[in-house]
């Protein structure tokens, strides 16, 4: 009989569940409504699901190649184009994933080494620090400044080491909603100059940003887009976060190197799914009205809290609204965030958990991809405490 050690020694020793199931799960053992977890609760467009539909009963149910299927990787080069002005070639320079965090994934563990430092701004999704902590790097904090969480590019200088070897971005930003202006990326553009820096941008909100504002994707500036990694995904854009299907695009130097990690983590993905996608994309129409059709729910939520005690700066983009209850209790978040949950029967997110430190700002963050029914119920709460 083998026998075990008691105890192993764990490569993230200070890492538990992620945030998301945690208070998806204390939601549905209170029956509150999930306002947490990044995910709509309205339908995928039923031309797509037919597509995979149709797609299934054409056989296309064994392994994609492994940067993906080539009409895929075609009409991402001629939305990325057509977008952005720059052209990615499908062949050598597009790879299909598991989902963006997969690809985030990838990207770190192809260049960072043992010692290598990566400047990260936090609040944070949390994929990323436990992805560099597990292939040896060190992560380099740098917290955007509050109210609208911004970055301070001087303090980014300060950060930089003869160690850096990456630069996480993420516009617009999950958690806070904010997006990077034109000045952003001219900041970021001095800073990597002349240095092996890469740059890691997690673009997965890239169609859902508000007000007619252009989102700032590092494909506009090529002397960042000639270093960077582009991670996006289908997920958000379609609303079918359960397909895990997203894409990275960056130069063929830098892809080469991807393509090794991801080939063993997943080798490819979903293959019915792609050949579906290659023809849902061919219609720009049907990923350029994610703005305002978004904008119209985080306004409606936004109305719907009008009167209550909580303060808010709107979104500029994802579909994430941060909520500060600073006027209503002096409770650390995570333990506002439970007794919201448990007490009043609505979920959010403790800004507290992108950190990789305590920290508090009496701020959780509610997600508003949902129905004007579940959104007005939930404000209908959130306005009587």
């Known amino acids: 009989m083998i026998t075990y050690p008691e105890t192993v ?32 609760d309205f339908e995928v467009s039923p031309i797509l699901i037919e597509l995979v539909a149709k797609h299934m009963r054409e056989g296309h149910n064994q392994y994609a190649p492994m940067p993906g299927v080539p009409e895929l990787r075609e009409v991402i080069a001629e939305k990325t184009a057509n977008l952005y002005g720059i052209q990615y070639d499908p062949e050598h320079e597009i790879t299909v994933t598991a989902g963006a965090t997969q690809a985030i994934y990838a990207a770190i563990s192809a260049f960072v080494r043992d010692e290598d430092e990566v400047i990260v701004f936090e609040p944070a999704y949390d994929s990323y620090v436990p992805a560099i902590k597990l292939n040896g790097g060190i992560s380099i904090s740098c917290k955007l400044v509050a109210p ?9 200088r300060h950060l930089i080491s003869n160690r850096t070897k990456m630069i996480i971005i993420n516009s617009p930003h999950n958690p806070t909603g904010s997006v990077l202006r034109s000045e952003d990326l001219a900041a970021l553009e001095k800073i990597v100059k002349n240095s092996g820096i890469i740059v890691l941008s997690d673009e997965v ?4 940003i508000f007000e007619g504002t252009r989102h700032e994707s590092v494909c506009l500036y090529p002397n960042l887009a000639e270093r960077s ?49 290659a023809e849902f994309l061919k219609e720009p129409a049907n990923y350029n009205g994610l703005g305002p059709f978004y904008q119209t729910k ?7 809290l009008d009167g209550s005690r909580f303060k808010f700066i709107p979104a500029e983009g994802t579909y994430f609204q941060l909520l500060d209850y600073s006027a209503i209790s002096d409770d650390d978040e995570m333990l506002f965030a439970e007794w919201l949950t448990k007490e009043h029967k609505v979920a959010g997110v403790p800004t507290s958990s992108f950190y990789h430190k305590p920290h508090n700002n009496h701020i959780l963050r509610f997600c508003f991809a949902k129905s004007e029914e579940t959104l007005q119920k939930a404000a209908d709460i959130l306005c009587k405490i």
């Not at 990694?229 to 359960?242: D, M, N, Q, R, Y």
């Not at 997203?246 to 019915?272: D, W």
């Not at 985080?298 to 719907?304: G, N």
Request: charged share 15%.
């Open 205 to 208: 909100y890239e169609h859902i």
């Open 148 to 156: 609208d969480f911004r970055i301070d590019w001087q303090e980014v």
């Open 298 to 304: 985080r306004d409606f939520f936004l109305h719907a």
């Open 229 to 277: 990694l582009v991670t996006c995904s289908f997920g958000k854009t379609f609303h079918a976060t359960g397909w895990k299907t997203g894409y990275c695009i960056g130069p063929a130097n830098l892809m080469k190197e991807f393509r090794k990690t991801h080939q063993f983590m997943v080798f490819c993905s979903n293959t019915p799914v792609q050949h579906a996608l």
């Open 9 to 40: 020694n764990s490569k993230l020793p200070n890492t538990g569940t992620s945030i998301f199931a945690v208070m998806t799960q204390l939601a549905k053992a209170h029956n509150a409504i999930n306002l947490s977890q990044g995910f709509p």
